[in-house]
């Protein structure tokens, strides 16, 4: 299979201290996720000031603001991520946002979950013609993704699109990932037409691994320096040493789904001879018949030995040597 693209979702986890959004890209480098991605939003076009409360979250507006991105910050962090070999990604929220990221260079677009359903601002990303990589969010299902795909051919009619599965619950529950869903966008006639992958919000790094076992090409993960810091997102975020043991089982998991092309393994080639061949269960002498009363099958299996799979062809046949009690019978020892 293809490398699965990784992204190291930072988010909101800069907690707005700059060396901090620093050392969450150096976490990002040394796990080798193939790009860290921030989150570049207002709280004035994110948020009506009129939201009420909701999910647990008081005064909506004043918690997003504390927890912008500055938009200063942008340039010196995509520098520093070319720099370091690491592609650097952040989410828009606005149309100020999407022209700022396309000015800076970026390489694709990411489009949030609670987003992907906003035909707008969807149109007005797909107008930088850049691929798009989009979570199908809370209340989305296979209709949408196909009407999400409309709104884009509508201003570009070549796009690159990834969809991710997507469970908007911070953390989502195991037994509501719903990994199937996934799998069955992939394999309902649509792998080759799009591309597939999971936004996943999990607790611990279980999921990620199996979704790439079930074809995710891309896989989105919030991390943070430390799960203790204050913040929405630090909770159910996986820390450094997680992170970096989850690319590694992504990578092992790669290894592991490659099909074989061979009759053997290099790791099965040490072992072809502790298969069976057929063995004289008794002296058999020139020009005896072979029967199941004469012979029957033992370990090892030699080159040029008869093969246990073949036992129930050489029964009837003539050998023209005398052959030993357990002695491995070789394909030159029998008549045709």
């Known amino acids: 299979m293809d490398r699965t693209f990784v992204i190291a979702e930072a988010g909101a986890n800069h907690d707005g201290n700059k060396s901090q959004a620093f050392r969450l890209i150096d976490v990002a480098i040394k796990s080798g996720a193939d790009a860290v991605k921030f989150q570049t939003y207002s709280s004035e076009t994110l948020y009506s000031k009129y939201t009420p409360d ?114 908007n619950a911070y953390p989502t529950p195991f037994e509501d990932i719903n990994l199937k869903h996934m799998s069955n966008m992939i394999y309902n006639g649509l792998k080759g037409v799009m591309k597939f992958g999971l936004s996943d919000h999990t607790e611990g790094i279980l999921t990620p691994p199996i979704a790439v076992a079930l074809g995710a090409e891309v896989i989105e993960k919030h991390y943070t320096l430390d799960r203790t810091l204050p913040g929405p997102d630090h909770p159910f975020a996986i820390e450094p040493d997680e992170l970096k043991q989850m690319v590694d089982n992504i990578r092992l998991v790669e290894k592991m789904m490659k099909t074989k092309l061979e009759r053997y393994t290099e790791s099965e080639k040490g072992f072809t001879m502790a298969r069976r061949s057929v063995v004289a269960k008794c002296d058999i002498n020139s020009g005896d018949i072979l029967t199941e009363d004469n012979i029957t099958t033992k370990r090892p299996l030699l080159e040029n030995s008869v093969p246990a799979i073949e036992y129930y062809d050489v029964i009837g046949k003539k050998v023209i040597t005398d052959i030993k009690e357990d002695e491995i019978i070789m394909k030159g020892m029998i008549n045709g």
């Open 54 to 167: 909701f999910a647990g979250y008081r005064d909506i507006p004043k918690l997003i603001k504390d927890l912008e991105l500055p938009r200063e910050w942008q340039k010196e962090l995509k520098l520093y991520c070319d720099d370091n070999g690491i592609e650097f990604m952040s989410t828009p929220f606005d149309e100020k946002a999407v022209d700022e990221l396309y000015d800076l260079g970026v390489k694709r677009f990411k489009i949030a979950g609670f987003e992907s359903t906003d035909p707008r601002l969807v149109k007005y990303i797909a107008s930088t013609k850049l691929p798009l990589i989009i979570s199908l969010g809370i209340g989305t299902d296979f209709n949408t993704m196909v009407q999400i795909k409309n709104w884009i051919l509508d201003v570009n009619n070549n796009p690159d699109i990834t969809f991710l599965h997507c469970n």
